[in-house]
T-cell receptor
Framework: KNQVEQSPQSLIILEGKNCTLQCNYTVSPFSNLRWYKQDTGRGPVSLTIMTFSENTKSNGRYTATLDADTKQSSLHITASQLSDSASYICVVKGQAGTALIFGKGTTLSVSS | GAVVSQHPSWVICKSGTSVKIECRSLDFQATTMFWYRQFPKQSLMLMAT?????????EQGVEKDKFLINHASLTLSTLTVTSAHPEDSSFYIC????????????FGPGTRLTVT
């Protein structure tokens, strides 16, 4: 069964600190993997999208890594800010014509 | 970046009434639009996929007669929740793809539906 598992479920860090969120998937065949940020009561906003041939991709303070062999991805947030408090969702796209498969997300709280 | 809007952003309706939610792609033509539902602290759940000019494809367990989807143009899709019940209260999110070869799927800001 195609699944996307994220860890931790929730995370609390101090402003200015770094953190890393994990995503494991069993989706096969694999087309691409995305990380989205979703603020409470808002729609998801794309952070990165990677195909199987890409190992890392950055978007400002966000850096995503992908290991297609082990089917693992991580999202690293550098120098966290209060505005980073949100749910971060790992999403995997299988073969063409199939729906996106969503993880349950990691809820990040950045405190001052 | 591509922008997808939704209207209304929130709506409260009485049980038994119908509610229409609009999803618009503002700066690109959306060949395919998707409708999701999200319950509190849960991930997005795909309800249906709609392509412009054709009937929507519904996911298993989603009642097509209850959730009417119309994708009449390349920039507009509508979701109508018919005979709404309190259990239909949820956060409804649409997304769109341009079909230009880009894999990106752009999400709308969501519509909060509360059925009393």
């Amino acid at each position: 069964k195609n699944q996307v598992e994220q860890s931790p479920q929730s995370l609390i860090i101090l402003e200015g600190k770094n953190c890393t969120l994990q995503c494991n998937y069993t989706v096969s065949p694999f087309s691409n993997l995305r990380w989205y940020k979703q603020d409470t009561g808002r729609g998801p906003v794309s952070l990165t999208i990677m195909t199987f041939s890409e190992n890392t991709k950055s978007n400002g303070r966000y850096t995503a890594t992908l290991d297609a062999d082990t089917k693992q991805s991580s999202l690293h947030i550098t120098a966290s800010q209060l505005s980073d408090s949100a749910s971060y969702i790992c999403v995997v796209k299988g073969q063409a014509g199939t729906a996106l498969i969503f993880g349950k997300g990691t809820t990040l709280s950045v405190s001052s | 970046g591509a922008v997808v809007s939704q209207h209304p952003s929130w709506v409260i309706c009485k049980s038994g009434t119908s509610v229409k939610i609009e999803c618009r792609s503002l700066d690109f033509q959306a060949t395919t639009m998707f409708w999701y539902r999200q319950f509190p602290k849960q991930s997005l759940m795909l309800m249906a996929t709609s392509n412009e000019g054709s009937k929507a494809t519904y996911e298993q367990g989603v009642e097509k007669d209850k959730f009417l989807i119309n994708h009449a143009s390349l920039t507009l899709s509508t979701l109508t929740v018919t005979s709404a019940h309190p259990e239909d209260s949820s956060f409804y999110i649409c997304s769109a793809t341009s079909g230009t070869g880009s894999p990106e799927e752009y999400f709308g800001p969501g519509t909060r539906l509360t059925v009393t």
